[in-house]
Nanobody, 115 residues
């Protein structure tokens, strides 16, 4: 059974940083591309970033302008997302997804950016 458990969210002031983690189990993590997606209150899911199975190729939502960094540790079956220079519009529930399939995701971790 695929399990994805996100953590690391919280309340942060504009300009602050957070590091999200996603612990994966139930599948061969090192063979799967992974993505981070987010959903703001009352809105649909939005793709944020993706990384290939060996971590050598990454992609980002263009509007992020380099503020986020995705990475993974295949030895630990863990996916990460470093969020820097956070803005109020980054407030959302953040999910990791296996194979960038929005339907295969964890329970999410809430990121709230507010002064």
């Amino acid at each position: 059974e695929v399990q994805l458990v996100e953590s690391g969210g919280g309340l942060v002031q504009p300009g602050g940083s957070l590091r999200l983690s996603c612990a994966a189990s139930g599948f061969i993590f090192s063979s799967s591309a992974m993505c981070w997606i987010r959903q703001a209150a009352g809105k649909g899911f939005e793709w944020v970033s993706g990384i290939n199975s060996d971590g050598r190729s990454t992609n980002y939502l263009t509007s992020l302008k380099g503020r986020f960094t995705i990475s993974r540790d295949n030895a630990k079956n863990t996916l990460y997302l470093q969020l820097n220079s956070l803005q109020t519009e980054d407030t959302a529930m953040y999910y990791c997804s296996k194979d960038c399939n929005f339907g295969v995701r964890g329970q999410g971790t809430q990121v709230t950016v507010s002064s």
